[in-house]
């Protein structure tokens, strides 16, 4: 059905999708409904996840990823470094994706 599942244009038009964080993770949809619901269920999720790891600093998580900082909201170096990294590079390809544009 994919004439009928236009990801990136849903939000007015098309009703075929369910909208919600389900739509959204499945990738159907990335309309504002969805994209809200996701980010806050992500949001639940990651406390939840921050509390396991409270409660149990052995459980078994990659440390040194930006991953593990975003979805564990764990604040260790190596994992604050990961992240530092990363957002360092996120700017860098934003900056140069910005400077393709304004060439055309
Ligand atoms: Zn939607
Ligand atoms: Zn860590």
Redesign the pocket.
Known sequence: MWWRLRPGRIGGGCVAVKHGAGAYRTGRCKCVVCTKEHSARQVRENAVRAERLAADPTLA?T?GSKN??NNWL?R?E??KAANAEASADRRARARRRKQLSTKE
Request: glycine share 0%; proline share 0%.
């Open positions: 998580v440390h593990t900082y764990c260790c190596l994992c």
